[in-house]
């Protein structure tokens, strides 16, 4: 399996604090069946801007060499919404925003009471631009939530769905796993990843999301959500249509 969403940069946002625990979670991933995870720590957040790549990379090199090979860790980030963000992308690859591991894969986060840019036109300007943009934990945004019609027309614009396997096991509540249900029925979703932050209250690996995605909707679907998608955006070549429900 590949995790897309994960906060295991140590000491730069509210994931790991420090290196010891950023490789127990590597290592917990590894033993729960990750065979590849993105780092994606918090940028262009208003407590984590994280707008240096080059602390990013080296932080990143130096877990890898304390992890060892396996997983094989890659570089991104979950990039905060914001009005500048489009003329930022613009200066790829001088920008400081992280694509996930170095495609054209942009893994986004809205504000979760609804401010910031108007999501149609970010989505589209986005992709426009030649950028693959994936809404992170939509499970986790009532105002999108609570109207589907938006969440249809943003993946008709381009936008692709990660939830996240936690919410799917109902571990932030009944009204996510419920989100994330109605997400896989629809077929809606493209990835599911862990967005670990730690090594026991919100833990890495995709086990547990795997089960529960082979038990409602079959072999293929769970293959398809932990890691072939994913696998399309390490390899920067397009996500298939998530297997039918």
């Known amino acids: 399996m590949i995790d897309l969403h994960c906060h295991i940069l140590p000491g730069i946002d509210d994931g790991a604090r420090d290196f010891d625990e950023a490789v127990a979670m590597c290592r917990l991933a590894a033993q729960r069946g990750c065979e590849a995870m993105v780092a994606t720590p918090h940028q262009f957040h ?12 080296r932080l990143l090199a130096r877990l890898q060499e304390r ?5 094989r860790l890659y570089l991104g980030a979950e990039i905060r ?11 790829w690859p001088a920008s400081s925003a992280l694509p996930l591991a170095g495609s054209r894969y942009l893994l986004v986060e809205f504000d979760r009471r609804g401010y910031g840019p108007e999501p149609r036109e970010l989505i ?7 950028w693959q943009p994936i809404i992170a934990h939509p499970e986790h945004y009532p105002w999108l939530m609570e109207n589907l019609d938006l969440v249809e027309e943003l993946m008709a614009r381009g936008a692709l769905c990660q ?11 009944r009204n996510a796993q419920l989100a994330c249900r109605e997400l896989v029925d629809r077929g809606w979703v493209h ?14 690996g995709l086990a547990e ?14 293959r398809a959500l932990t890691h072939g998608n994913a696998e399309c955006v390490l390899a920067n070549r397009p996500v298939p249509n998530p297997v039918a429900a």
Request: hydrophobic share 45%.
């Open 67 to 71: 992890v060892g090979p396996q997983p």
């Open 124 to 130: 589209h300007e986005l992709v426009v631009a030649g």
């Open 81 to 91: 919404v914001y009005t500048g963000l489009l003329e930022e992308l613009e200066r």
């Open 191 to 204: 990835f599911v990843a862990s967005d670990a932050h730690g090594v026991s209250s919100r833990p890495p």
């Open 209 to 222: 999301a795997y089960r529960l995605l082979a038990a409602g909707w079959g072999e293929a679907t769970a």
């Open 46 to 57: 208003a407590h984590w801007a994280n707008d240096e790549p080059a602390v990013l990379e």
């Open 163 to 173: 939830i996240t396997g936690m919410s799917l096991a109902g571990g932030f509540g």
